[in-house]
């Protein structure tokens, strides 16, 4: 199982940065690309100039179809959240994970307590961060440990409405937060600096992409939301998810 869910993440994890990169890398390529051709057009560009620009151009047109492949062959799609109960996401996560947690002596306890808000998610993607934050919080907890998770909700800042407003499309007052919090190694803070720089791991070779942190802040960034870390050296780490909420009473009204 774990090995299995150590394939896909990355599997999962490399896709999403290729198609982020290519997503990144086309927007200014397509921009030099149009320069370039006004450029070609000036009266004043003389036959040795129009040699050269024809050279850019054809290189750039190769830059472009490399990255129009790379972008079609990830298959990546953007989240397409709705609004969801929370034990709906973390339920199953938790289910998969569990094995994983007795094998290691660890325990695995989840707390979401009464009537929350639903939360803005779309599930699969959602699914993804937290087997990400549970595989994390696995591997840095020793044996009779203990990883926790709980949701609650606060009202949501202005800021946090106005992007989840643009980014996430949803229309919400409320923030659902799901906290994963472990009693493992904690991070010293110059790794906490890097815990979401691509690549960076302190994991063995084969054993971490350096990914994770960074792709599930993405997808919760996607959805309008927040992720953040906390963690203190031999005490252990907290991650704090935050994402649009909403009471089932008031999406009936929108
Ligand atoms: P990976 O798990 O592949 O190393 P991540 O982006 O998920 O990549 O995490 C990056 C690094 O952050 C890890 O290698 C580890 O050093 C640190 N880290 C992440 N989560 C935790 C945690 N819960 N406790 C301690 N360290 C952590
Ligand atoms: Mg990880």
Redesign the pocket.
Known sequence: VKDQLNRS??LA?VGQLVASVAHEVGTPLHSIAWHVQALAEEPTVTPDMKKRIDVIDGQLTRVVGIIQDLLSSTRQRKPDPTWLPVEHVVSPVAALMEPAFQAKGVALRVELGGALPLVWADAEKLHQVLV??F???L???SESGTVTITAGSRPATPEEIEVGLRVGNAMFITMVTIV?R?T????PEE??Q???T?F????AIG??????????RETVQAHGGTLT?E?VVGK??T?VISLPGQSAAATLLI
Not at 184 to 187: F, P, T, Y
Not at 200 to 203: E, G, M, P, V
Request: no cysteine; charged share 15%; glycine share 14%.
């Open positions: 993440e990355r994890a990400n934050l595989a994390n919080a591997a840095a907890t994963v472990d493992g190694s904690g991070m790794d906490l890097k815990a979401f691509p960076f791991t302190t994991k054993k971490g992409t350096g990914l994770g942190l960074f792709i599930s870390l963690s252990g780490t991650v």
